[in-house]
Nanobody, 118 residues
Framework: QVQLVESGGGLVQPGESLNLSCAAS????????MGWYRQAPGKQRERVAL???????SYADSVKGRFTISRDNSKNTVYLQLNSLKPEDTAVYYC????????????WGQGTQVTVSS
């Protein structure tokens, strides 16, 4: 079982930045694929960014060039830097850990609210 705790959300104006953090429990963090998803009111949850255990990253088209995912295996932490925020980025952001093998296990954090409004 992996516990994930997100932090760093808040209320910002358009064009501003936020840095989200997600701290994970356990000793196998470096082997996990980590990701950030988000869910806006009335919309389906969508994948924002992923980072593999080897550091390879991928992003949703809507955030490419604005968001950056990174990880620090020594701290069991994954980050999401959000720059040039837009009102449409408003959502609850969730951290997720994937353990990929013969079967795939996943664990989700409780979410952190990001609100972009003038």
């Amino acid at each position: 079982q992996v516990q994930l705790v997100e932090s760093g959300g808040g209320l910002v104006q358009p064009g501003e930045s936020l840095n989200l953090s997600c701290a994970a429990s356990g000793r196998a963090f470096s082997f996990y694929t980590m990701g950030w998803y988000r869910q806006a009111p009335g919309k389906q949850r969508e994948r924002v960014a992923l980072i593999l255990s080897d550091g390879i990253t991928s992003y949703a088209d809507s955030v490419k060039g604005r968001f950056t995912i990174s990880r620090d295996n020594s701290k069991n932490t994954v980050y999401l830097q959000l720059n040039s925020l837009k009102p449409e980025d408003t959502a609850v952001y969730y951290c997720v850990a994937f353990q990929v093998g013969l079967t795939t296990n996943s664990w989700w954090g409780q979410g952190t609210q990001v609100t972009v409004s003038s």
